[in-house]
């Protein structure tokens, strides 16, 4: 089994907090992860129909088997459980207690911020990240096998044809969740919506577009999104602008949490097509910044990531936080440097030139060193560099 990098952490938080909440998407490697690190601990399914309905129909009961506290899995199925558990908690007065685990983000936060305030940390697991990846098989994989492959933990374990588990985790996805959550009757539709989604991969969020294109109005394509972003399907990256207020009337850019499952949605179903599709570019960045996203989110950070876009199209992938400023971060697909790719990083340094000390340019090539200010990486060392501009 790979050792995740958030395991660590997650040990951390049992021993400051009674209770341990870990969100993430399906199949991401939750349950492996909390049943590794809290093997001591007792480990009940609510996605088990006997089980559930214990716990649905007498919590009391339930909570009474495990009097030094478990692991529940699936804690979205029975949210009434964390009302029981705050009083569990509050009682016994001690941490590393309970560890509750859900792929559907907004009911958990719901749940948790209403009973368990301040009763628990909350982490996120997303799938594997390169540096598991290269550290767990001891190899390196091809960019555009991993722009193909994504990075479910099952999926490489079991050695599973990447078309056929993400047509798998489509399906189960539209099934399971959707019908649940928001109860479509149109079933097809939705899935149109998610592959308009993927198409859309890198760019600016319209919604009115994506609307009209899928045949919906503009609010239900609002609440489709919401619930997407909610069930780590679709990741939004929001614009950084001097004035806060902005940032939340301006358009994000749309990702995917797994460039493995935007490759499928596509139609793409070889590594090999990678390299000529026209979102080779769009599905490069996407790779980077979940590479980024999942730095963060595996040592326990919130802190927010923004892109950069002003009036006249000047625009940097990503900025990333450092004290009061910003490591800004581009991107470029491709494995050979041009004068070109510095122009953006030169011109936002222009207009703001107390913004940053220094930049980085992560591209698909070998060489690394420093130039003008800014360091050149490999995509595949972009946190290591990023975790030394923090010191």
């Not at 490489?156 to 099934?175: G, K, M, R």
């Not at 222009?350 to 360091?375: V, W």
């Amino acid at each position: 089994m790979i050792t995740r990098q958030l395991a660590g952490i997650l040990l951390e938080m049992a021993d400051k907090y009674p209770v341990v909440t870990l969100t993430g998407p399906r199949q991401s490697g939750k349950t492996t992860l909390v049943r590794s690190v809290f093997s001591n601990k007792p480990y009940v399914n609510l996605e088990k129909p006997d089980i559930r309905n214990l716990a649905q129909n007498d919590p009391n009961s339930f909570l009474q088997q495990y009097p030094d506290g478990a692991i529940i899995d699936e804690f979205q199925n029975v949210p009434e459980l964390s009302s029981y558990i705050q009083v569990i908690v509050d009682e016994k007065s001690k941490n590393n207690m309970f560890i509750l685990t859900g792929s559907r983000q907004l009911e958990i936060m719901d749940t948790v911020s209403q009973s368990l305030a301040g009763r628990t940390a909350v982490l996120k697991l997303l799938p594997f990240s390169i540096t598991e990846m290269t550290r767990g098989y001891k190899k390196t994989e091809e960019t555009d096998n991993y722009i193909f492959k994504g990075f479910y933990p099952r999926l490489h374990e079991q050695n599973i044809p990447a078309a056929h588990f993400y047509s798998d985790y489509l399906q189960t996805y539209v099934e399971r969740d959707v019908r649940k959550i928001l109860q479509v009757k149109n079933l097809s539709l939705f899935e149109r919506f998610i592959r308009l989604c993927a198409g859309r991969t890198g760019q600016l969020l319209n919604l009115n577009s994506l609307a009209s294109d899928t045949g919906i109005n503009h609010t239900t394509a609002r609440e489709w999104m919401s619930i997407l972003e909610a069930s780590f399907i679709i990741y939004l990256l929001p614009p950084w602008f001097k004035n806060m207020g902005k940032r939340l009337v301006k358009s994000p850019k749309l990702y995917f949490y797994d460039t493995g499952f935007a490759s499928n949605l596509l139609g793409i179903n070889q590594s090999e097509q990678i390299f000529t599709h026209p979102l080779r570019g769009s599905l490069f960045e996407n790779l980077v910044i979940m590479e980024t996203v999942k730095h963060l989110y595996n040592r326990g950070y919130r802190h927010p990531l923004y892109f950069y876009r002003d009036s006249n199209g000047v625009e940097l992938d990503l900025l990333f936080p450092r004290g009061g400023n910003w490591i800004p971060i581009e991107i470029k697909s491709s494995a050979t440097l041009t004068d070109y790719m510095f122009k953006n990083l030169r011109l936002v340094q222009a207009s703001f030139p107390d913004f940053y000390r220094s930049s980085i340019l992560s591209y698909d090539g070998k060489e690394e060193y420093t130039s003008q200010n800014t360091r050149i990486v490999n995509f595949k060392n972009l946190n290591r560099i990023i975790e030394t501009e923090n010191d």
